[in-house]
């Protein structure tokens, strides 16, 4: 019996884990997401290099 409530909290703990993970990659891609929403409403000045760092990654991939 112990060791089978040992195995349960350690699979309780990894998932616990993986869902912060979850939230962590969720939280990247809308910030990403919502950054390039601002971009397309708006274009600021302030991301020109940011597009201009991309145009160049993407010439040097070519």
């Given at each position: 019996m112990e060791r089978g409530s040992k195995n349960k909290s350690l699979l309780i703990w990894i998932e616990e884990i993986w869902e912060e993970i979850e939230v962590q990659i969720y939280g990247i891609l809308g910030a990403?997401?919502?950054?390039?929403?601002?971009?397309?409403?708006?274009?600021?000045?302030?991301?020109?290099?940011?597009?201009?760092?991309?145009?160049?990654?993407?010439?040097?991939?070519?």
């Amino acid at each position: 019996m112990e060791r089978g409530s040992k195995n349960k909290s350690l699979l309780i703990w990894i998932e616990e884990i993986w869902e912060e993970i979850e939230v962590q990659i969720y939280g990247i891609l809308g910030a990403i997401f919502f950054f390039g929403v601002i971009y397309l409403i708006f274009q600021p000045q302030w991301m020109n290099p940011v597009c201009d760092l991309f145009s160049k990654i993407k010439l040097l991939l070519r």
